[in-house]
C-alpha cells in the first residue's frame, strides 16, 4: 500500500485510522491512499485492490460460471435452446 501526506503532518496512528475507515466503509483493501491536509480537514483520495470475480449466468434453469464442467448432453441443450434478443 502507498500512503502520501500533502499540506501537513499526521501520526502513523492517523493514517491507520483513515486507512481502517476506509476499508470498513468500502469493506476492500486500500492500494493507494493520498492525504492532503487543509487546516482542520482532510481529503482523502484513494484507489481500492481490485476484486476479482466471476460472472454467473442463468443458462437452462442453472446458474453457471462457465460450462465447461458440463456433459455433452447439457451442452447441446445450452446449444439448441432458443435465444432473445432484448
Known sequence: MTVKVEGGE???KEIQAYI???QEK???VVDELTITV???FVDLNYTLVPVPFERIRRITG????TMDRW???KKAEERD???HSV
Open 10 to 12: 499526521l501520526s502513523n
Open 26 to 28: 468500502t469493506h476492500q
Open 38 to 40: 487543509d487546516g482542520d
Open 20 to 22: 481502517d475507515h476506509i
Open 62 to 65: 442453472y446458474l453457471v460460471g
Open 81 to 83: 435452446r432458443v435465444k
Open 71 to 73: 456433459n455433452d448432453a
